[in-house]
């Protein structure tokens, strides 16, 4: 069973940083595909930033790209997501997700790809 625990959410003044970690278990991690996806109140989901989790190679969206980046430890089977720059608009739940198999972050950061999904963690911007 696939297990995804996020943490790292909170609250900080535009500008700031925060590093959200995502510690996965029963995950086939060495040859993966994991992500960061984020909805705010009203909004539709949107995927953030991707990683294969064997080599390493990373994808981000437009809105990110720049500020955020996607990393990961294969030692302790968990992705990170360093947010800088932080904006208000940046404000949302965030969420890890795990998809089946590994191509699929080459196809774009879509929700549809990916199959397992942590219970998310909220971040605030302030402006």
């Known amino acids: 069973q696939v297990q995804l625990m996020e943490s790292g959410g909170g609250s900080v003044q535009a500008g700031g940083s925060l590093r959200l970690s995502c510690a996965a278990s029963?995950?086939?991690?060495?040859?993966?595909?994991m992500g960061w996806f984020r909805q705010a109140p009203g909004k539709e989901r949107e995927g953030v930033a991707a990683?294969?989790?064997?080599?390493?190679?990373?994808y981000y969206s437009d809105s990110v790209k720049g500020r955020f980046t996607i990393s990961q430890d294969n030692a302790k089977n968990t992705i990170y997501l360093q947010m800088n720059s932080l904006k208000p608009e940046d404000t949302a739940m965030y969420y890890c997700a795990a998809a089946g198999a590994s191509w699929y972050c080459s196809q774009g950061i879509h929700s549809y790809h990916f199959n397992y999904w942590g219970q998310g963690t909220q971040v605030t911007v302030s402006s």
């Open positions: 029963g995950y086939t991690y060495t040859n993966g595909c």
């Open positions: 990683i294969y989790t064997g080599s390493g190679g990373a």
